[in-house]
């Protein structure tokens, strides 16, 4: 797969998944925008990363700073081909004791900050007559999970978000798809206890945990030619966590 040429936004890749996402698109050729909460950490990533990147600071859940984001990213490359949907937080707790604040910063960095990024890429890709939006949803998404009925929501949010922009982008070239990652070992999930992982381990098919490599493959895959017919699809990477 080459991306020569191309311009890839990943949200929230400072670190982790999104990290990983942009490493794989720069190595194969792309012009890659780290973005993420603070501008020492996108700068940073952003020079360690092997191939064109620059770092652009936005926090997705601010509506004029994804539209910089968009305004700075073509003015330094031109175009936008593909958006990664990857900023995401984790507050876990049972719903009864759940705070109102805790479901609203879920809701809002999730699922609000992927429509706003959307909606602004959208506008560059209709024009193009070409874009790959990639979604990054989870298992949990799919399944639900007891202690994140707020990550959950938001997960399964985007999936409902992944379908409609899919059936509103087709005919001007665009393909909107989601990734459902299971357990990967990053920042996230380092601070769940150990029971977690094993319960998570206990129950996937291929008994190990993945890792942030094991997304962008499949990222680059749907953002890829190779897959201009599928649009408004889920692909679970999760190790068989969802059909156990
Ligand atoms: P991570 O915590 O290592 O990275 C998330 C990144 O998002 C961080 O760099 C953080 O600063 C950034 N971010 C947070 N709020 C933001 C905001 N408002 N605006 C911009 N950036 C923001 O987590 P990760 O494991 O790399 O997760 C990446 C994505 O993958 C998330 O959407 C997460 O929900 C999803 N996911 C992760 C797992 C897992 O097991 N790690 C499983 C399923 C889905």
């Not at 949200?11 to 490493?23: D, F, K, L, P, Y």
């Not at 070992?185 to 029971?195: G, I, N, R, S, V």
């Not at 319960?199 to 890792?211: P, Q, Y």
């Amino acid at each position: 797969m080459d991306f020569t040429g191309k311009t890839v936004v990943v949200t929230g890749s400072a670190r982790g998944i999104g990290q990983a996402i942009a490493e794989r698109f720069a190595t194969r050729g792309a012009n890659v925008v780290i973005s993420d909460l603070t501008e020492e950490d996108v700068n940073k990533t952003a020079s360690e990363i092997s191939g064109n990147a620059v770092g652009i600071k936005a926090n997705v859940t601010s509506a004029s700073d994804i539209e910089q984001l968009f305004e700075k990213t073509t003015e330094k490359f031109g175009r936008v081909d593909v958006v990664v949907n990857n900023a995401g937080i984790t507050r876990d707790t049972l719903t009864i004791r759940m705070d109102e604040k805790d479901w609203d910063m879920v809701l809002d960095i999730n699922l609000k900050g992927a429509f706003l990024v959307t909606k602004s890429a959208a506008r560059i890709m209709m024009k193009q007559r070409y874009g790959r939006i990639v979604n990054i949803s989870s298992v949990v998404g799919l399944t639900g999970n007891a202690g994140q009925s707020n990550y959950a929501a938001s997960k399964a949010g985007l999936i409902g978000l992944t379908r409609s922009v899919a059936k509103e982008l087709a005919s001007r070239g665009v393909t909107v798809n989601a990734v459902a990652p299971g357990f990967i070992e990053t920042e996230m999930t380092k601070t769940l206890p150990e029971a977690a992982r094993q319960h998570f381990l206990e129950r996937a098919v291929i008994k190990r945990v993945g890792n942030p490599d094991d997304i962008a493959s499949a990222v680059l895959f749907l953002a890829s030619d190779e897959a201009s017919y599928i649009t408004g699809q889920v692909l679970s990477v999760d190790g068989g966590l969802s059909i156990a």
